[in-house]
């Protein structure tokens, strides 16, 4: 039987956002903020921080600051997004959307740019050097600034590399002179625009007694826009849309059934169930166990900054007489 060989998922919205700015503007929590979100992040000061520990250098702010020249000097003046590049790439087949953390100037923006094109998107974060100079002071990080001066070395180290014009390019820009919680808020609300509230992976096996098109057709059925990989017999499709298996779930009945499935399935962020690959060739939905015969449909349900509950009120709400008592148009 042929098998098609995708390598890799084309997304319909996949999306690189990269926080540019001065040292301690509030990068790191902007990225911080993304991982809680469950946007994973790509630190571009990793690659630099792993280079002074290969070397056998003490981490400071002086040496990392050396080898970062040093890689430019080298490798070209993008030479870390360079290095980052396959970091992203492995991030976005897992999710979709990925946080750039650390760009330091043009000639990065530039690769980054050429790499990923429209869906690459830059925010820049300003900040006042007294601001920075005391966000230094209370974090305390082995290689951050010790003085005003050296907060203004650093600044100056950076802006020779082009990050000036990096911070002009900006798509976005978002201030970060006030409070923490007004910041954070700023950048959740930010990133809700890029992210998914909900992404599902399907995957199964693809047994010799099977039609490959039969098990296309089973998951299309429940999840029309999916996009596939097929490859060593196994099948993996992903969506983020969840209205055909909702209608399915209301127009069988079977919401407190789905709804007790989902509660069992649960592991923090995700939750996943399995379902009989052959009734949903028919366009049913049937739920069965892990070891059933012929591979079941295993259905992961990802949350991305989503409330477990709403969640559920959304596509499995509880019901009274066989009627929802409490349900969400959207999540």
């Not at 926080?19 to 690659?47: N, Q």
Request: charge should be neutral; hydrophobic fraction near 40%.
């Amino acid at each position: 039987m042929a098998k098609i060989l995708i390598h890799t998922f084309r997304f319909r919205s996949m999306k690189i956002i990269a926080f540019v700015g001065l040292p301690l503007s509030g990068k790191s929590t902007a990225s911080r903020i993304a991982e809680d979100m469950g946007i994973p992040v790509v630190v571009m000061g990793d690659v630099v921080r792993e280079e002074v520990r290969r070397r056998g250098l003490e981490l400071t702010d002086r040496n990392a600051g050396r080898i970062a020249t040093e890689l430019r000097q080298g490798e070209g003046m993008d030479a870390i997004a360079k290095r980052c590049i396959p970091r992203i790439r492995r991030k976005l087949e897992e999710k979709g959307v990925v946080v750039i953390d650390g760009i330091r100037g043009i000639a990065e923006v530039e690769r980054f740019k050429r790499e990923f094109g429209d869906d690459f998107v830059l925010i820049n974060i300003e900040a006042p050097a007294d601001v920075r100079f005391e966000r230094a002071v209370r974090r305390k990080r082995a290689d951050d600034v010790r003085t005003v001066e050296e907060l203004k070395n650093r600044d100056e180290r950076e802006l020779s590399w082009g990050m000036g014009d990096a911070m002009k390019m900006a798509d976005i820009t978002v201030e970060n002179a006030g409070n923490m919680e007004d910041f954070e808020e700023k950048i959740r609300a930010l990133l809700r625009h890029f992210l998914p509230r909900v992404e599902v992976d399907i995957e199964t096996k693809i047994h010799p007694t099977e039609d490959e098109e039969k098990v296309r057709k089973a998951i299309l059925n429940l999840f029309p826009d999916a996009e596939f990989v097929i490859e060593n017999d196994t099948v993996i499709a992903r969506t983020s849309n969840l209205s055909r298996f909702r209608e399915l779930l209301r127009m069988q009945r079977i919401l407190d059934t789905a709804r007790s499935m989902f509660i069992s399935g649960r592991a923090g962020s995700r939750i996943t169930v399995y379902l009989n690959k052959q009734t949903a060739y028919i366009s049913r939905i049937n739920f069965t166990e892990e070891d059933a015969i012929l591979s079941p449909l295993k259905v992961t349900f990802r949350l991305f900054d989503t409330d477990f509950e709403k969640f559920l009120d959304y596509l499995t709400p509880e019901t009274r007489d066989g009627k929802p008592i409490k349900e969400v148009d959207r999540i």
